[in-house]
Nanobody, 122 residues
Framework: QLQLVESGGGLVQAGGSLRLSCAAS????????MAWFRQSPGKEREFVAT???????TYGDSVKGRFTISRDNAKNSVYLQMNNLKPEDTAVYYC????????????????WGKGTQVTVSS
């Protein structure tokens, strides 16, 4: 059974950093593009970043230059390093696994974790 479990969320002041992790099981991890999305109350789920099976990445416009996605296929894990955080980054962050190369929409991803809360105070 495929499972994605996020961790690393929390409360941080504006300008601070957090590193999110997502541990995957039940799949051949290196075959799957992985992504991070986020959702805040009353808003649609928003694309944050995606990484192919190896090294190709792409980012949402609002996080370019501040966030970095990476993966460790040996550990079946994907990470999101978030720097220079802003209050508008406050959201639940979701890890997702899909099949489309560098997909940016929710429908590109079939498998989702339950999310981890990130709160950025001003």
């Amino acid at each position: 059974q495929l499972q994605l479990v996020e961790s690393g969320g929390g409360l941080v002041q504006a300008g601070g950093s957090l590193r999110l992790s997502c541990a995957a099981s039940g799949l051949t991890f290196s075959n799957y593009p992985m992504a991070w999305f986020r959702q805040s109350p009353g808003k649609e789920r928003e694309f944050v970043a995606t990484i192919s099976g190896n090294i190709f990445t792409t980012y949402g416009d609002s996080v370019k230059g501040r966030f970095t996605i990476s993966r460790d296929n040996a550990k079946n894990s994907v990470y999101l390093q978030m720097n220079n955080l802003k209050p508008e980054d406050t959201a639940v962050y979701y890890c997702a696994a899909g099949t489309k190369f560098l997909g940016k929409v929710v429908s590109d991803y079939a498998y989702w974790g339950k999310g981890t809360q990130v709160t950025v105070s001003s």
